[in-house]
């Protein structure tokens, strides 16, 4: 079992930068990889970025490709999201997610473990 709680969201204008936060409890933490999603009003959520176990891999939505950042700490069992040139239409209620995998992986269902969300919101 593993448990998630984002932090860091908050209201930024366009152009500006969040870094997103996302602490796992468990001793598992090293077994999973590790996600972000996000959510706008009235859309679907939709994938982010996702990193290995290691570190070693990592992949983006064309959408945040250049702009965003994700990386871990398993000594800290975090994982984080480094959102620079923030776009207005970045802001979603942003989910941190674990996957009982050892690749990386975009589609949603194999994620099994979900946190309760942070709002990002972007101004113009």
């Known amino acids: 079992q593993v448990q998630l709680v984002e932090s860091g969201g908050g209201l930024v204008q366009a152009g500006g930068s969040l870094r997103l936060s996302c602490a796992a409890s468990?001793?598992?933490?090293?077994?999973?990889?590790m996600g972000w999603f996000r959510q706008a009003p009235g859309k679907e959520r939709e994938f982010v970025a996702t990193?290995?176990?290691?570190?070693?891999?990592?992949n983006y939505a064309d959408s945040v490709k250049g702009r965003f950042t994700i990386s871990r700490d398993n000594t800290k069992t975090t994982v984080y999201l480094q959102m620079n040139s923030l776009k207005p239409e970045d802001t979603a209620v942003y989910y941190c997610?674990?996957?009982?995998?050892?690749?990386?992986?975009?589609?949603?269902?194999?994620?099994?473990?979900w946190g309760q969300g942070t709002q990002v919101t972007v101004s113009s």
């Open positions: 997610a674990a996957a009982r995998t050892y690749s990386v992986t975009i589609k949603y269902a194999e994620y099994h473990y």
């Open positions: 468990g001793r598992t933490f090293r077994s999973y990889t």
């Open positions: 990193i290995t176990w290691s570190g070693d891999s990592t």
